[in-house]
């Protein structure tokens, strides 16, 4: 009777040995799944990186230089502005000096 009760147990802890052995394995095996993707999804990432930084560098390359025309356009259109209120005084001048000459006309 003994030495069925301890072949049953002995038995019973040889299943358990392996299903803790088979779960470690899975689980070692999950846990080198989840590192190579996290690996693939850091080594995508650089070559991504890699890939688009001269396109990146480029385009904004591209638009300073925009920048700097829109720039030069702003300054030449302040430029403009300026010239504009200069003549405006000039025609404000010469319309205040004709209103003065039609009075003195009118006057005499």
């Not at 850091?42 to 025309?69: C, F, N, S, T």
């Not at 702003?74 to 319309?95: E, G, N, R, S, T």
């Not at 205040?96 to 005499?108: C, D, H, P, W």
């Amino acid at each position: 009777m003994a030495s069925v009760v301890l072949n049953t147990i002995s038995k019973d802890w040889e299943e358990r040995c392996r299903l803790t052995s088979e779960e470690k394995y899975q689980l070692d095996l999950q846990s080198r799944l989840t590192l190579a993707k996290r690996e693939g999804k850091r080594e995508g990432k650089r070559q991504a990186d890699e890939e688009w930084q001269p396109i990146v560098a480029d385009k904004d390359a591209k638009l300073a230089d925009k920048d700097a025309k829109l720039a030069d356009k702003d300054a030449k259109l302040a430029d403009k502005d300026a010239k504009l209120a200069d003549k405006d005084a000039v025609i404000a001048d010469k319309d205040a000096e004709i209103a003065r000459l039609r009075t003195e006309l009118e006057n005499k």
